[in-house]
C-alpha cells in the first residue's frame, strides 16, 4: 500500500509561514518604513524624523520586520542602519500600492482630496521627461534626501532636496523649465517643489513616477 502523503500538514504548515508576512504589514507604520528602505539605507535615527515617531517605536517595528526577515541591518559606527533584506521586496511594496488603489476605493479617494489641492500643477509623464532631459529642454530635480538619491536616481536628475530648494531657485534662469520627482505616487515633496517653483514664476512640472517605476521602464525595454 503506498504511503499517504501529509498533504494536510504540508499546506497549513505552509499557509502558516505565508501569514507570517501578512501579520508583520498588518501596520501601517511598518509599510512607510518599508517604503522609506526601499528608497535607500537608512539608520534608525532618520527613519523616526521621516515618520514622526521616536526612536523607541521605529526600532519596535524594525525588530518585527526583522523577525520576518523582510529588513536587515549593519552597524556604521555608532549607527545601525536597515536595508530591506532582498531587491524582490521593494516591488513587492509596490504591487501592494497599485492593488490597494484598484481594490479600495478610499485610496484612490485620498489621493484625489490630496491631489485637488495642487489644481494648478502641471503634470508630465515619466517617458516624456526622460526625453527631455535627453535632449537638454527640461532639467530634472530629485527632491528627495541627499542619500536617497545616492542610493539610485533617475540619470541626468540633479539632487536638490527640499530643504535646499530656495537657495537652488536663486541660480536658475527665469526661462528654466523644470520637472521633479520624488518616493513615487503617494510622495508629497514633487507637488510641493513643483508648487514653490510656480509660485516663483518657473515653469514647472510633477511627475508622479519615481525610482522604482523608471527601473521597471527599463526592465520593459530589455
Same mark, same amino acid.
Given at each position: 500500500?503506498?504511503?499517504?502523503?501529509?498533504?494536510?500538514?504540508?499546506?497549513?504548515?505552509?499557509?502558516?509561514?505565508? +501569514?507570517?508576512?501578512?501579520?508583520? &504589514?498588518?501596520?501601517?507604520?511598518?509599510?512607510? @518604513?518599508?517604503? #522609506?528602505?526601499?528608497?535607500?539605507?537608512? $539608520?534608525?535615527?532618520?527613519?523616526?524624523?521621516?515618520?514622526?515617531?521616536?526612536?523607541?517605536?521605529? $526600532?519596535?517595528? #524594525?525588530?518585527? @520586520? #526583522?523577525?520576518?526577515? &523582510?529588513?536587515?541591518?549593519?552597524?556604521?559606527?555608532?549607527? /545601525?542602519?536597515?536595508?530591506?533584506?532582498?531587491?524582490?521586496?521593494?516591488?513587492?511594496?509596490?504591487? *501592494?500600492?497599485?492593488?490597494?488603489?484598484?481594490?479600495?476605493?478610499? /485610496? @484612490?479617494?485620498?489621493?484625489?482630496?490630496?491631489?485637488?489641492?495642487?489644481?494648478? !500643477?502641471? $503634470?508630465?509623464? &515619466?517617458?516624456? +521627461?526622460?526625453?527631455? /532631459?535627453?535632449?537638454? $529642454?527640461? &532639467? !530634472? !530635480?530629485?527632491?528627495?534626501?541627499?542619500?536617497?538619491?545616492?542610493?539610485?536616481?533617475?540619470?541626468?536628475?540633479?539632487?536638490?532636496?527640499?530643504?535646499?530648494?530656495?537657495?537652488?531657485?536663486?541660480?536658475?534662469?527665469?526661462? +528654466?523649465?523644470?520637472?521633479?520627482?520624488?518616493?513615487?505616487?503617494?510622495?508629497?515633496?514633487?507637488?510641493?517643489?513643483?508648487?514653490? *517653483?510656480?509660485? +516663483?514664476?518657473?515653469?514647472?512640472?510633477? @511627475?508622479?513616477?519615481?525610482?522604482?517605476?523608471?527601473?521597471?521602464?527599463?526592465?520593459?525595454?530589455?
Amino acid at each position: 500500500m503506498a504511503h499517504e502523503l501529509p498533504v494536510r500538514v504540508f499546506k497549513d504548515e505552509l499557509y502558516r509561514q505565508f +501569514a507570517r508576512i501578512g501579520k508583520c &504589514l498588518s501596520s501601517d507604520k511598518r509599510l512607510e @518604513l518599508l517604503h #522609506l528602505l526601499s528608497q535607500g539605507p537608512k $539608520s534608525v535615527e532618520k527613519m523616526a524624523d521621516a515618520t514622526g515617531m521616536s526612536v523607541a517605536n521605529v $526600532s519596535r517595528h #524594525l525588530q518585527i @520586520l #526583522l523577525d520576518a526577515n &523582510l529588513v536587515k541591518f549593519s552597524k556604521k559606527g555608532t549607527y /545601525v542602519i536597515y536595508t530591506l533584506a532582498s531587491p524582490e521586496i521593494e516591488g513587492f511594496i509596490h504591487s *501592494l500600492w497599485r492593488i490597494s488603489e484598484m481594490q479600495l476605493g478610499d /485610496v @484612490l479617494r485620498i489621493k484625489n482630496d490630496f491631489m485637488s489641492h495642487c489644481d494648478d !500643477l502641471q $503634470s508630465l509623464s &515619466l517617458a516624456e +521627461a526622460v526625453t527631455r /532631459v535627453a535632449d537638454g $529642454s527640461i &532639467l !530634472l !530635480l530629485d527632491v528627495r534626501p541627499t542619500d536617497e538619491y545616492e542610493a539610485g536616481h533617475i540619470p541626468g536628475a540633479i539632487s536638490v532636496p527640499m530643504e535646499e530648494l530656495n537657495r537652488f531657485m536663486q541660480t536658475l534662469p527665469k526661462g +528654466a523649465q523644470i520637472a521633479a520627482y520624488c518616493r513615487g505616487p503617494y510622495c508629497v515633496f514633487a507637488a510641493e517643489a513643483v508648487a514653490m *517653483l510656480q509660485q +516663483a514664476g518657473f515653469t514647472a512640472y510633477r @511627475l508622479a513616477e519615481g525610482v522604482f517605476e523608471w527601473r521597471e521602464q527599463q526592465v520593459g525595454k530589455g
